[in-house]
């Protein structure tokens, strides 16, 4: 090649000429003009031109129609003796394909240091491209896949250190991703798992022994605020540039447990109701003819009597027995509600003038306060609900104080909160309150809360129980607004 005074030896041509046609990489000169000088053999074979066809044509063929301003700045370059290293750019062969290149432009200069022409080294990236834009689309599809998943997905390395933390992760541990990327997987964990996990970990490192990977197993799992809850936990091992990696799949069972819960129960009180209904059968109207009895002969006993006073105290405690006949009957059978639009004031105040004319609890006086539109309800199973919340009030009170009730409507619900001025509950008796023949009371059923919170869940509604610092018991209760 003659480039403006630039002639090589004849050795160093050989030589020179031997490298470039054995390179697998496209190798071509051109002068300061863009116009081609050489053209190699890799040349041909990537962008499809002979040398014949390509040698003193302009560059900017291989390049598309707005390559001009990208051929300028690199000319620019190239004349300012500068070396251009890795430059990405887009070219075209000569069937019109679309070529993804590598460019290694470098100057090349006479003897005295001008630089008089180009050699450019073209590397065809086309399918390295198209496999890390393959790899990139994977990529993207799975990481929408793990993040768009309700459950849980977490990666841990070999050593229990979590390296990937996924929305669903987030949401049922209540921690962020940044909190717990670096930290053992094993603060998700309650007690004594937590302190066992790591001894897991290495055991099977060492032996090889899988005993939960690929099986899946229900666990009990830690969220940030310290709450436990079941999951199902499903283990995967890969490996990653020769380090194992585990993958932990996990899914809340919370639901699932929930609704077996009430499954059992309702099973239980099928058989509590049949039970009920051969008490009341069975036991009911015996109880009833010997209190008849026992009455009688009591009518016939000097009064103020012994026996007198022992026949009374038989006949209250048959009245006590026939009391957990018919609560037994009403919790476990409790009748339907017939719903009605109605005013809960009214009925409010109805139950508590009802509590004012037992002479236990003269001393109590009920508050209302507050107002809310009609609720849809049954007013006759709504007066044994307030009734069981007043007089547990009233004893709390030991029959002496005010009972405050806040009516306030929430949305499409009306909220009434009972309130009174007693000692409280103990966290853990509150927490079994509604559990049936749970008492406190010397002669108390345990059924009253239970067949309560059963009719208000009759209505659609709800009810909890908790106690202010200031003191007292709070009894909040839910209704369904009736419809306008």
């Known amino acids: 090649m003659d480039a403006g005074g630039f002639h090589p030896s004849d050795e160093t041509v050989r030589i020179l000429t031997a490298l470039i046609e054995s390179s697998d990489d496209a190798i071509f000169a051109k002068d300061l003009q863009g116009t081609i000088l050489s053209w190699n053999r890799a040349a041909e074979r990537i962008y499809g031109y002979?040398?014949?066809?390509?040698?003193?044509?302009?560059?900017?063929?291989?390049?598309?129609?707005?390559?001009?301003?990208?051929?300028?700045?690199?000319?620019?370059?190239?004349?300012?003796?500068?070396?251009?290293?890795?430059?990405?750019?887009?070219?075209?062969?000569?069937?019109?394909?679309?070529?993804?290149?590598?460019?290694t432009i470098s100057p090349i200069k006479d003897a005295s240091g001008a630089v008089i022409a180009a050699m450019a080294v073209a590397r065809d990236t086309t399918e390295r491209n198209r496999d890390i834009q393959t790899l990139k689309d994977n990529e993207a599809r799975l990481r929408s896949i793990v993040d768009s998943a309700v459950d849980a997905i977490i990666l841990i390395d070999a050593r229990g250190h979590i390296e990937s933390f996924?929305?669903?992760?987030?949401?049922?541990?209540?921690?962020?991703?940044?909190?717990?990327?670096?930290?053992?997987?094993?603060i998700l964990m309650p007690s004594p798992y937590r302190e066992a996990h790591?001894?897991?970990?290495?055991?099977?490192?060492?032996?090889?022994?899988?005993?939960?990977?690929?099986?899946?197993?229900?666990?009990?799992?830690?969220?940030?605020?310290?709450?436990?809850?079941?999951?199902?936990?499903?283990?995967g091992e890969l490996t990653i540039r020769g380090e194992k990696k585990f993958t932990g799949i996990l899914h809340d069972l919370s639901s699932r447990v929930q609704m077996e819960d009430q499954l059992r129960e309702q099973a239980a009180l099928v058989r509590l109701g049949e039970m009920a209904?051969?008490?009341?059968?069975?036991?009911?109207?015996?109880?009833?003819?010997?209190?008849?009895?026992?009455?009688?002969?009591?009518?016939?006993?000097?009064?103020?009597?012994?026996?007198?006073?022992?026949?009374?105290?038989?006949?209250?405690?048959?009245?006590?027995?026939?009391?957990?006949?018919?609560?037994l009957l009403l919790f476990a059978r409790p009748p339907k509600p017939r719903p009605i639009a109605m005013d809960v004031s009214v009925l409010l105040a109805a139950t508590a003038a009802f509590l004012g004319e037992d002479a236990s609890y003269r001393d109590v006086r009920v508050e209302i306060s507050g107002s809310v539109p009609a609720v849809?309800?049954?007013?006759?199973?709504?007066?044994?609900?307030?009734?069981?919340?007043?007089?547990?009030?009233?004893?709390?009170?030991?029959?002496?104080?005010?009972i405050h009730v806040a009516l306030t409507p929430a949305g499409s619900m009306a909220r009434i909160v009972v309130s009174d001025e007693g000692p409280g509950i103990a966290p853990e008796i509150r927490a079994k309150l509604f559990t049936p023949f749970v008492t406190t009371k010397a002669r108390g059923t345990g059924l009253g809360l239970s067949t309560v919170k059963r009719l208000i869940e009759a209505h659609h509604g709800d009810i909890h129980v908790?106690?202010?610092?200031?003191?007292?018991?709070?009894?909040t209760i839910r209704l369904p607004l009736a419809a306008h």
């Open 50 to 103: 002979s040398a014949q066809e390509i040698v003193g044509q302009p560059v900017q063929l291989l390049m598309r129609p707005d390559g001009g301003v990208e051929l300028a700045h690199l000319l620019e370059r190239i004349c300012g003796g500068e070396r251009v290293e890795r430059h990405e750019a887009v070219r075209v062969a000569k069937d019109g394909r679309i070529i993804d290149v590598s460019l």
């Open 166 to 186: 996924n929305p669903g992760a987030e949401r049922l541990f209540g921690y962020t991703a940044a909190e717990v990327i670096g930290r053992n997987v094993s």
């Open 198 to 235: 790591d001894g897991y970990m290495a055991n099977y490192l060492d032996t090889g022994v899988a005993k939960i990977i690929g099986i899946g197993r229900d666990v009990t799992a830690l969220r940030k605020d310290g709450g436990t809850f079941p999951v199902r936990l499903s283990v």
């Open 277 to 327: 209904a051969v008490i009341a059968h069975e036991v009911r109207n015996p109880l009833a003819a010997v209190r008849g009895a026992v009455e009688v002969i009591g009518g016939r006993l000097p009064g103020g009597s012994r026996e007198a006073a022992i026949t009374a105290d038989i006949v209250a405690r048959i009245d006590t027995l026939n009391q957990l006949v018919n609560d």
């Open 376 to 402: 849809t309800a049954d007013a006759e199973l709504l007066k044994i609900v307030f009734t069981n919340v007043f007089i547990n009030s009233a004893q709390a009170m030991r029959g002496k104080g005010t």
């Open 466 to 475: 908790e106690c202010p610092p200031a003191g007292g018991t709070a009894v």
